[in-house]
C-alpha cells in the first residue's frame, strides 16, 4: 500500500475578537479608584517621554480627609467598620503579652502557635504537624499549648470549636455538667438541633435538653472577635454627595490625581523634515497615546458624575433623613438613562467610596436588586426585614422552612425563591428551621 504525500492548501476565515491597548485602558481607568488611578497616571508619565507632570495645586479638602478602618462610620444599615474593633491592640499583641508573663522560657514556641490561630482564635494545624514544621520537641509544644488555652479570652487556641466550648465550660466550673455532655458526647447531634436524641441517650426530657443548649449557645463561637487585627488602613474618598441651596450635589475629588501636559519640544520636531521617519513615527504613537489617556480620564469623570447624580436624585429620601431607607436601583437603570452598557456602570462603580450626609460608603451600597411586583419593589436589605418580621412570629416548635417563607412573601405581593430566602438567612446568621426547632 502506498502513502501518497503532498502539499495542501486550505483557507479557513475566522473571526477574533481583539481589543486595542486604549480600549483596555478606558476599562482599566473607570474602574480604578482615585489613589488606583494616580498610580496609573504616574505610570503613565514615567512610560511616556512626552509627558511632563505639572505640580498640582489642589489637595482634597481637610473635611473629608482620609478615613480608616478602625473608625465607626455607620448607618442602621451599613457599617463599614464591621468585625473590628474601636480598639488597637490585637489578639496577638494580647496573647503575647500574657505569655510574656506565664511563658518566659518558652516564648519561641508561644510564638509559633500563636501564629497558627486562624481568624477565629482556634488552632487549625496538629501539634504533630507543627512539630515537624518548625522542628519543635512535641512535649515542649504541648505544653505551651496548654498554657494557652488558659489564657484570655476564654476558649482561645483550642484545637476546634467542639474543644473551644468545652474548655469555656470548664473554666466556668461546669465540666460534667448536662452542657458538657451534649458537646462531648453528642457535639453532631448538637450541630443538627437533634434535642429528641440527645434527650434519648441522656434520659432527659427535651425540655431540660433544650434549656442545656441555651447555656451553650451562650458561649463564644468566635474567641478571637472583638480585636483590631487591621489597624488604621485608610480608606480614601474618591467623591461626595452634599446638600447645598436645598439640593443634593456632586463633588468628584481629582485634586490629588497628577496632572500633566505634553512636552512642545516633541510637537516641534515633527514639523523638523530632517528627523529620521521612524522617530518622527514613535512620537506620533506617543502622542495618541498621551490623547488617549486624557479621553479616558476625562470619560471615568463624566461618566462618574452621571452615576452620582443619578444616586443623589433617586436616592434623595435616604439622604435626606437619618431614618430614610433605599429604594431599589439596579445598574440597569442608570445605564438607560447614562445611555451607556450596563457593564460600564459595574465598572464605575467598583472600588469608590462616597462621603454623604449619612457617613462614608461604597459606591456599590446603593445599587441593589429589587423584588417584587413593580410597585412594591423591595432592597435585599428591606426583604431581609420582612425574613426577620416573619421569623419573629413564628410558631418556635414548628419554624418555617425557606420554601414557607417564600410562600408567605409571596402572598405579600413579593416574589423571591427559596434559594435566595436561604442565602438572606445565612447571611444574617439564622439557623435553618430544623435547627431552630425547639421543644
Known amino acids: 500500500m502506498v502513502l501518497g504525500q503532498g502539499i495542501h492548501q486550505d483557507l479557513q ?16 481607568v473607570l474602574q480604578a479608584s482615585t489613589l488606583d488611578l494616580e498610580d496609573i497616571i504616574k505610570g503613565e508619565i514615567e512610560e511616556n517621554p512626552l509627558l511632563d507632570e505639572v505640580e498640582s495645586v489642589g489637595d482634597l479638602p481637610e473635611k473629608y480627609g482620609h478615613y480608616h478602618r478602625n473608625q465607626t462610620i455607620y448607618n442602621d444599615d451599613y457599617n463599614i467598620s464591621d468585625n473590628v474593633s474601636s480598639g488597637s491592640v490585637s489578639l496577638r499583641e494580647t496573647l503575647l ?61 483550642a484545637l476546634d470549636l467542639r474543644n473551644s466550648l468545652l474548655n469555656q465550660l470548664c473554666r466556668q466550673g461546669m465540666k460534667g455538667t448536662v452542657s458538657y455532655k451534649i458537646i462531648d458526647k453528642y457535639y453532631q447531634e448538637l450541630l443538627h438541633n437533634r434535642i429528641p436524641e440527645i434527650g434519648r441517650a441522656l434520659k432527659l426530657p427535651p425540655m431540660v435538653v433544650q434549656k442545656n443548649i441555651e447555656v451553650i449557645s451562650r458561649l463564644n463561637l468566635n474567641p478571637a472577635s472583638g480585636f483590631d487585627e487591621v489597624c488604621c488602613q485608610a480608606l480614601f474618598v474618591d467623591a461626595a454627595i452634599e446638600e447645598k441651596e436645598g439640593a443634593f450635589q456632586v463633588e468628584i475629588f481629582n485634586d490629588s490625581l497628577p496632572e500633566f501636559s505634553v512636552n512642545q519640544n516633541y510637537i516641534d520636531m515633527l514639523y523638523d523634515s530632517h528627523l529620521e521617519m521612524g522617530f518622527k513615527d514613535y512620537i506620533v504613537k506617543k502622542l495618541s497615546s498621551a490623547k488617549w489617556l486624557y479621553r479616558n480620564i476625562m470619560q471615568r469623570q463624566a461618566i462618574l458624575e452621571g452615576v ?54 461604597p459606591l456599590r451600597y446603593f445599587f441593589d ?21 416573619l421569623l419573629k412570629y413564628e410558631d418556635k416548635s414548628k419554624p ?24 438572606y438567612r445565612s447571611q444574617m446568621k439564622i439557623a435553618s428551621a430544623s435547627q431552630r426547632r425547639r421543644y
Open 97 to 157: 503579652a500574657q505569655a510574656r508573663e506565664a511563658l518566659p522560657d518558652d516564648m519561641d514556641v508561644a510564638n509559633i502557635l500563636i501564629d497558627s490561630l486562624d481568624s477565629h482564635g482556634l488552632l487549625g494545624d496538629s501539634l504533630e504537624e507543627l512539630s515537624l514544621w518548625y522542628g519543635v520537641e512535641i512535649e515542649r509544644l504541648t505544653y505551651t499549648h496548654m498554657v494557652l488555652q488558659s489564657f484570655e479570652p476564654s476558649g482561645i487556641a
Open 369 to 389: 436588586s429589587g423584588y417584587g411586583a413593580e410597585e412594591k419593589r423591595r432592597t435585599s436589605s428591606g426583604m431581609k426585614d420582612l425574613i426577620l418580621e
Open 13 to 28: 476565515q475566522k473571526q477574533n475578537l481583539m481589543m486595542l491597548p486604549h480600549m483596555q485602558q478606558a476599562l482599566t
Open 308 to 361: 452620582l447624580g443619578y444616586v443623589a436624585k433617586y436616592q434623595v429620601n435616604f439622604f435626606s433623613t437619618s431614618k430614610g431607607s433605599l429604594r431599589p436601583m439596579m445598574m440597569r437603570d442608570v445605564a438607560e438613562a447614562l445611555e451607556v452598557h450596563e457593564s460600564t456602570i459595574t465598572r464605575a462603580v467598583a472600588n469608590k467610596y462616597i462621603h454623604t450626609p449619612r457617613g462614608l460608603f
Open 400 to 423: 418555617l422552612s425557606d420554601g414557607l417563607i417564600s410562600k408567605a412573601l409571596k402572598k405579600k405581593g413579593v416574589l423571591c425563591a427559596r434559594r435566595t430566602i436561604a442565602k
